[in-house]
């Protein structure tokens, strides 16, 4: 049995002539610790199917089974215990609190699980140290997204889950995020999905999976890297 098990999942938005199928039929199995790239064009299904496995969208069918646990029979409770303790999320847009410090959007996570890791660490671990006592706005775009990779790791999750994390960021800033996370994934042995329509990303997943429209079209193994100094960026 593996860590994560998607079995024939499907997800219906709208019905009769509205109807879209944004997931047909996904089955895939992930190890813990793996790290996974989904690559997908734009509409392919992507963010829906991050949202399901974040607890954030329920699937119209399927089974998805994290740590022997269906979260597709989930009710609402569990599914926001679910969110909070086992689910890092990181977004596109950052979205952290702006009013707060970078210390302070990871401290209010830290704050709601029973076991997290160290704020002050984390923040370290993502080359903020001299800025903790920044807020959002007084950060750049790249320094932003590394608060959020520090709020989302220090709950020590199940799961942590990037949706497009380098898509607001030029390629150079966008590269030193990946690495970032790459190497905090290592160092934490977080098994991170990210999914993404950059093809540069395809040769760092320890597994790949392609979809295009609602649907798995490759899904395969590869080596882990031991660094990414050798990717074209
Ligand atoms: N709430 C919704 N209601 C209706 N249709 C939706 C909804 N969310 C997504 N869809 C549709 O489902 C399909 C998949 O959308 P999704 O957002 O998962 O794609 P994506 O791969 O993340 O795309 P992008 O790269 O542009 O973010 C699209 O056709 C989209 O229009
Ligand atoms: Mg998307």
């Known amino acids: 049995m ?10 219906i ?16 199995d992930i190890d813990q610790g793996e790290f996974v790239i989904i690559l997908g064009a734009s509409g392919a299904g992507k963010s829906t199917l991050l949202n399901i496995l974040g607890g954030m969208d329920n699937s119209t069918k399927g089974d998805y089974i994290i740590a022997d646990k269906n979260v597709a029979k989930y009710n ?5 215990n679910f969110r909070r303790d086992d689910i ?3 977004f596109q847009f950052y979205n952290l609190l702006n009013n707060l410090t970078a210390l302070e959007n990871v401290e209010i996570a830290a704050s709601i699980v029973k ?7 984390l923040l370290n671990d993502v080359g903020l140290g001299k800025r903790k006592n920044n807020f959002p706005p007084q950060l750049s775009g790249g320094e932003q997204q590394r608060v959020s990779i520090a709020r989302a790791i220090v709950k020590n ?4 889950l990037c949706d497009e994390p380098t898509g607001a960021l030029d390629s150079k800033t966008g590269e ?5 996370l790459y190497s905090i994934s290592i160092k934490y042995k977080t098994t991170v999905v990210i999914v993404t329509h950059n093809a540069t990303l395809a040769k760092i997943g320890t597994r790949l999976i392609r979809i295009a429209d609602g649907r798995i079209i490759e899904n395969k193994t590869q080596p882990r890297l ?4 050798n990717i074209k960026w």
């Open 2 to 11: 593996s860590y994560i098990e998607v079995k024939n999942l499907s997800k």
């Open 76 to 80: 609402e409770k569990e599914l926001g």
């Open 176 to 180: 030193s995020i990946i690495k970032l």
């Open 88 to 90: 890092g999320f990181v």
């Open 157 to 160: 999750p199940k799961l942590l």
């Open 13 to 28: 938005y709208g019905t009769g002539e509205l109807e879209v199928k944004a997931l047909d039929d996904v089955s895939f």
């Open 226 to 229: 031991e660094n990414l100094d």
């Open 115 to 121: 076991n997290p890791l160290d704020s002050n660490e």
